[in-house]
């Protein structure tokens, strides 16, 4: 079993900053990405940035040039720096683990996801 543990959401006045935080533990044997998604109220989860192992990362065109994904892989930990935060950033923040994971001693498809951080940009 994998276990993620986010911290790092609040509330934030626009224009503001705030650090999302994620660290997976458990049954990992290989992470390849790890990433954030944020849902709005009525909206579907979409995808915020993403990093490979290899560090390749991947934003959605809204935070381009805002956002910062980084990745601790010793730590199994990732990171979202956002910056410049606006209104419409306003959701849940969800980290995503995608690899594989060991099960009864077998590996299988690891693609595992955090109860979600609130985070609240005022105007």
């Known amino acids: 079993q994998v276990q993620l543990v986010e911290s790092g959401g609040g509330l934030v006045q626009s224009g503001g900053s705030l650090r999302l935080s994620c660290a997976a533990s458990?049954?990992?044997?290989?992470?390849?990405?790890m990433g954030w998604y944020h849902q709005a109220p009525g909206k579907q989860r979409e995808l915020v940035a993403a990093?490979?192992?290899?560090?390749?990362?991947n934003y959605a065109d809204s935070v381009k040039g805002r956002f910062t994904i980084s990745r601790d892989s010793a730590k199994n930990t990732v990171h979202l720096q956002m910056n410049s935060l606006k209104p419409e950033d306003t959701a849940v923040y969800y980290c995503?683990?995608?690899?594989?994971?060991?099960?009864?001693?077998?590996?299988?498809?690891?693609?595992?996801w955090g109860q979600g951080t609130l985070v609240t940009v005022s105007s």
């Open positions: 995503n683990v995608r690899g594989e994971t060991v099960v009864a001693g077998y590996l299988d498809a690891l693609d595992a």
């Open positions: 458990g049954s990992i044997f290989m992470i390849n990405a």
């Open positions: 990093i490979t192992s290899g560090g390749i990362t």
